[in-house]
């Protein structure tokens, strides 16, 4: 990455987002997704709770991911999903590992708000660079397309864990 600007990371709620870095985040969005509308783009956004930024040295918007936080309760249990939305960092920066770092710092702080309050991340997987991300992390992972889990430590997909995606899918639909 020598030569290579570095970016920085922000944290900010949607609601501290100014316009302009809403804008410039819908026209980077516009380059790699196809078929995404402006309006459609910034109703997603404005349902969503954070967004982590990335920014160059003269405060360029270079990428950015968005989050919802939802928590629900299944059967007496409450749990805290966090759902990674769209997610889009300019071709240049691609392996840079500053939004990982980030995103990791932020669900650590969400995880910590709470220790004993399971945390679920909610991703939709549509490209092999974020899948390859999820090896990193211990425990379960459950694809949902497929109810079966990948795990290291021997859990099993349950009639719970289904009700609690889908209650946190739902959130995500509306």
Sequence with gaps: MSGKTRLAARVLGISDLSAAHAESMYRLYSRYYAGGSHSRFMQDLSQKDYCILLQDERQAVRGFTTLAISEHVISNQRLRCLFSGDTVIQHQFWGEQTLPRAWCRFA????????????????????????????????????????????????????WHRNALDSAMMRQQA
Excluded: C
């Design 108 to 159: 650590g702080h969400l995880k910590a708000q709470e220790p004993q309050l399971p945390l679920y991340w909610l991703l939709i997987v549509k490209g092999h660079r974020t899948y390859r991300y999820l090896k990193v992390f211990p425990g379960v992972i459950f694809r949902r397309s497929t109810a079966r889990p990948r795990n290291r430590s021997g859990a099993s997909w349950t009639a």
